[in-house]
Each structure stands twice: as structure tokens, then as C-alpha cells.
């Protein structure tokens, strides 16, 4: 006996525009894995499916995803080990993000305090500048660049 088809998500939709009570189960990726245009994926309860958008997408915690028999699947950024990177001025904090960004390093930046990938060179660095660091687990999305076509954490979201 085959397999039953695999379900596939050919839409996505940001946070809060997408039906939410629709949703028939949830997906829980890291940042990473929330970059895509192709892959197969399976749900937190288990449910291969396949998503397949036309172009690739930066998906952000709490958006959804539009499958082909009309269900939704949530998405959730998963927990992750990151550094959060913080000064004793916005000056100094300034300088860390820019030395941050001279590395290409993605960073996400949240009331005052810089989050980057656990990376033990960067740490290095940064606290020979200065920095205060502390380690944490925390969901990561970083900035998408100035030319990412967009602006805030998804812009390449496709219509629903």
C-alpha cells in the first residue's frame, strides 16, 4: 500500500493575516530553517508536507502557511542558543553592532541589546571590545538586510 500524497504549502501569509483558527497544526523551525522556497517539513504533530513557494521566504514566528486543501499550518521560530550582547552606552552599543555587522554576522536588535548565533570567536571578540555578554536560549530572527527587497522580518511574504 502507497503512501497517502503529501500535503503541500504553496502560500505564505505574516503574522496576524492568516486565519489563525484554521490552523490544523504547527511547524517549529530554527532560523535557518525558516529561510526557504523548497523543502519538506513535517509538523510538530508529526504530518509531513512539502513547502513549495514560488520564490524563497524568510518565515517569522506567527506566521502561516496555506496548504493546497485549504488548511493552515502555524509557524513557530524555535528556541535557540544565542548571545545577548549589551553596553554601558547606546555609544558603545552602537560600536559592538557595527563591528557585528563588518563580520556579517546576523544580529537581531531588542530594546537595547544585540541577540547573535552562539559563535565563541564572536564572543571573544566582542568582550575584548567591551561588550557584556550572557549567554541565552530565545528564538532568533535577525534583521534581513537593507537588500532584502522589505523592510521588518518577512518581506518576500506572498500574497494570500
Given amino acids: 500500500m502507497s503512501d497517502p500524497p503529501l500535503k503541500?504549502?504553496?502560500?505564505?501569509?505574516?503574522?496576524?493575516?492568516?486565519?489563525?483558527d484554521r490552523a490544523v497544526d504547527t511547524v517549529t523551525l530554527a532560523y535557518d530553517?525558516?529561510?526557504?522556497?523548497?523543502?519538506?517539513?513535517?509538523?510538530?504533530?508529526?504530518t509531513a508536507f512539502l513547502l513549495d513557494l514560488s520564490r524563497a521566504a524568510v518565515l517569522g514566528d506567527g506566521d502561516g502557511l496555506h496548504l493546497d486543501d485549504g488548511g493552515w499550518i502555524g509557524v513557530h521560530a524555535a528556541v535557540e542558543d544565542v548571545i545577548e550582547v549589551?553596553?554601558?552606552?547606546?555609544?558603545?552599543?552602537?560600536?559592538?553592532?557595527?563591528?557585528?555587522?563588518?563580520?556579517?554576522?546576523?544580529a537581531q536588535f531588542v530594546g537595547g541589546r544585540i541577540l547573535i548565533r552562539a559563535d565563541h570567536v564572536m564572543a571573544e571578540m566582542l568582550r575584548g571590545l567591551g561588550a557584556a555578554l550572557q549567554p541565552r536560549r530565545a528564538p532568533f530572527t535577525p534583521e534581513s538586510g537593507a537588500y532584502a527587497g522589505g523592510h521588518g522580518h518577512?518581506?518576500?511574504h506572498q500574497e494570500t
Avoid at 503541500?8 to 489563525?20: F, K, V
Avoid at 530553517?33 to 508529526?46: C, S
Avoid at 549589551?86 to 546576523?106: F, Q
Fill in 8 to 20: 503541500r504549502a504553496s502560500r505564505s501569509a505574516p503574522a496576524g493575516a492568516w486565519p489563525s
Fill in 86 to 106: 549589551t553596553a554601558g552606552t547606546p555609544d558603545d552599543l552602537a560600536r559592538l553592532a557595527w563591528h557585528i555587522g563588518n563580520r556579517h554576522c546576523p
Fill in 154 to 156: 518577512s518581506p518576500t
Fill in 33 to 46: 530553517d525558516r529561510h526557504r522556497r523548497r523543502v519538506r517539513l513535517t509538523t510538530d504533530g508529526g
